[in-house]
């Protein structure tokens, strides 16, 4: 197949509005959703009538919150949708099978960068090679010879970013290009902000509690954190750990809609995180994951029956025993064998 030339697919993108138009871009909201909206919403400025964008998804992490605020942001949650109001419908990021309320209207574009499902509509631009969809807008924007505002661009290099974390994830030289692009016209104080705004007032208490009650033994911080009101917590308190010069892991466990779950994360040069995770706590809930992150989810119905969950110390003591068996028993083996007994 012939690559279409970048400004073939803008063309036929706008060819689909007229100024009496009124657009709803639907999306879930995350930075590259959002970021990519804005910047449908920039190239269909002055060609139609009005343009809503519409989060399907309660936003409750910090940093899109922060986005949000900072880029000044208008949105309106799915539910608040008059949709007989709206002369065409825009998907991006996503595709029509990815949300229950996407099926409320017929979408006339669609643009992502999420494997290819089934859906018709009139204009479709899916890449899933792509990092980010934020990258196909940006090539839409310079075909359209728009120069970003500062806060468009903002989001759109903060979209690239996250949706590649910070490149290390699936990245094509185009989302390089699109990057390079939207971070020169970026306001990167601004960029900064947001992307170290992960913290809500309320998780503080935790790390306090972290800080007062944190396990140190051989190098590991070990800290259970009892009732949480979100599991993203334990991910932030094990990486805040992961921060000071001589641990080497953190593993951190809350309570969370009746499951236990458990961060473990590693400086990388160690046994494998997820396969500690796995050896520790696969047989009674689901554990995995990779090299230095891991997590493990344990319905607590799972847990041994003499287990108290209101016991902070003995159900801490008992994650310390369960990771501190996997830890040791490849080292026995070792000694066994360079000693010669079997
Ligand atoms: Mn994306």
């Known amino acids: 197949m012939v690559k279409p030339r970048p400004g073939e697919k ?32 920039r190239l ?24 949000i605020r900072l880029l000044h942001i208008k949105m309106a949650p799915i539910e608040e949708i008059y949709f007989d109001h709206y002369t065409r419908f825009v998907i991006v990021d996503s595709q029509p099978g990815h949300s229950p309320h996407f099926s409320k209207f017929t979408a006339d574009a669609v643009i992502d960068h999420h494997p290819k499902t089934e859906f018709t509509s009139a204009f479709s631009d899916i890449r899933p090679e792509y990092g980010a969809t934020a990258s196909i807008l940006i090539e839409y924007l ?94 932030l308190v094990a990486d805040f750990f992961m921060r000071v010069q001589s641990i080497q892991w953190s593993v951190v466990s809350g309570i969370y809609s009746e499951q236990l779950v458990v961060v473990l994360r590693n400086d990388g040069a160690r046994k494998s995180a997820g396969k500690t995770a796995e050896q520790s ?4 809930g689901s554990a995995g994951g990779h090299k230095s992150m891991a997590r493990a989810e344990i319905p607590v119905g799972n847990l041994p029956g003499d287990l108290s969950l209101s016991d902070v110390k003995q159900l801490s003591a008992w994650i310390i025993s369960k990771i501190e068996q996997t830890q040791k028993a490849p080292k026995t083996s070792f000694k066994k064998d360079i000693l010669g007994i079997s």
């Open 281 to 284: 706590f696969g047989r009674m």
């Open 142 to 235: 310079r075909s359209a010879k728009i120069k970003p505002s500062r806060r468009l661009a903002t989001g759109l290099s903060y979209a690239i970013k996250t949706d590649t974390a910070n490149f290390q994830r699936k990245t094509t030289m185009e989302d390089v290009t699109a990057f390079q692009f939207a971070f020169r016209h970026a306001n990167t104080h601004l960029a900064n902000k947001i992307e170290q705004a992960d913290l809500r007032l309320d998780f503080l208490k935790y790390f306090r509690y972290a800080i007062e009650n944190v396990h140190i033994r051989r190098k590991r911080a070990y800290i259970h954190l009892g009732n949480v009101s979100s599991p993203d917590i334990c991910v």
């Open 10 to 41: 803008l063309k036929k993108f706008q060819n689909l509005f007229n100024k009496s138009d009124r657009v709803l871009i639907a999306i879930n909201a995350d930075p590259d959703a959002i970021a990519s909206a804005q910047a449908v919403k």
């Open 44 to 67: 269909l400025w002055r060609k139609v009538c009005d343009v809503t964008i519409s989060n399907v998804n309660t936003i409750k992490r910090p940093d899109n919150i922060a986005m």
